[in-house]
């Protein structure tokens, strides 16, 4: 989407510190971090969130997951750490474009705010 803030990030448009790609997926430094390790993992394809995701995106969101969990391996932050996906304003969704969270290098509370 031309005016999606993550596709633009994708398209090179607007400057990130892009610390992961492959095919389906990057990853990107949050640039408001939460916790010493604040990473952001997109899919490439434009999914507003997790409310329109459909079935034939089951395997990219599972994907995403994944990248989270090899980047926080390759983190050494596997004593902790959280993915999490905002849906909806109320829930602090900021940007339309799917994304998870991985935040970790802290000690989280439950529940969250
Ligand atoms: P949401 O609030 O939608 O769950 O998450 C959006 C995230 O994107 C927030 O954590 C916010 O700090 C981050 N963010 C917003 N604008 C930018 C940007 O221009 N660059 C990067 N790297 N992160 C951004
Ligand atoms: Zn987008």
Redesign the pocket.
């Known amino acids: 989407m031309s005016d999606c803030?993550?596709c633009r990030?994708m398209r090179g448009e607007?400057?990130?510190?892009k610390i992961y790609e492959d095919e389906h997926t990057f990853a990107?430094?949050?640039?408001?971090?939460?916790g010493p390790t604040?990473v952001?993992v997109i899919p490439k394809k434009h999914i507003a969130?997790l409310k329109e995701a459909t079935a034939e995106d089951t395997e990219l969101i599972g994907r995403c997951h994944l990248t989270a969990a090899r980047i926080a391996k390759e983190r050494s932050i596997e004593d902790g750490y959280r993915t999490?996906?905002?849906v909806g304003p109320r829930?602090?969704?900021?940007?339309?474009h799917l994304?998870v969270?991985l935040i970790g290098g802290r000690t989280l509370h439950w529940p969250p705010g």
């Open positions: 803030l993550f990030i607007v400057p990130s510190k990107i430094e949050d640039i408001n971090p939460q604040h952001l969130g999490v996906l905002n829930a602090g969704q900021s940007v339309f994304h969270h």
